[in-house]
């Protein structure tokens, strides 16, 4: 009878320490690269009923209040010239976004919902950059045939749900809320 007791108790312990690892509302959305795809992010969180506001160009000031940043990364000339940056500015934009994430607590979704046209040369590195101080990754499979995420994934201990299209993601988005 102890034994069972003590069965109850260790799973209800992790159960609650998996329900602690929720994220929270209200949601910040923003691009790292500037690509279109921070709008689809945008327009799956209203589908799942998301507390979540996007705003392109980020600063650190916009994190004031928030529970989550969802970072959607992929590099876009078109965007970034829309935006009238530079690649180099927008790096240095989101390392400011995310280093502001990580001192308030904030935590990080990654959403990578482009497949290979935001992968590459140019997208890779706001990619990583993401990646890296995610604590779950969304992908969609086409972005992942290299296993660039997954790889990440694994050497960081980081939570990753691979889906094979864009409208497949709002399952997964949901259930981290």
């Known amino acids: 009878m102890k034994t069972a ?14 329900a602690q690892e929720k994220f929270q509302q209200p949601i910040l959305i ?14 799956l969180c209203k589908k799942a009923k998301l507390d979540a ?17 969802i970072i959607v990364p992929g590099f876009s000339s078109k965007g970034l010239g829309a935006a009238g940056i530079s690649r ?7 390392k400011e976004v995310i280093e502001a994430a990580q001192k308030q607590k904030i935590n990080i979704l990654m959403l990578h919902i482009g497949g290979k046209p935001r992968r590459g040369a140019q997208s890779d ?5 993401a990646a890296e101080v995610s604590k779950e990754m969304i992908v969609v499979k086409q972005g992942d045939e290299d296993q660039f995420f997954s ?10 749900e691979l889906v094979d299209k864009i409208a497949e993601a709002l399952k997964p988005l949901t259930d981290a809320f």
């Open 53 to 69: 506001k996007t705003i392109n160009r980020a600063k650190a000031s916009d994190l004031l209040g928030i529970k989550t940043l």
């Open 30 to 43: 923003t691009s790292a690269g500037q690509s279109a795809d921070v709008t689809m992010a945008g327009m």
């Open 151 to 160: 790889k990440i994934a694994e050497q960081k201990k980081i939570k990753i």
């Open 88 to 94: 180099e500015q927008e790096m240095d934009r989101v």
């Open 125 to 129: 590195d706001f990619n990583k950059l």
């Open 5 to 18: 007791v003590k069965y109850l108790l260790f799973f209800l312990f992790i159960g609650a320490a998996f």
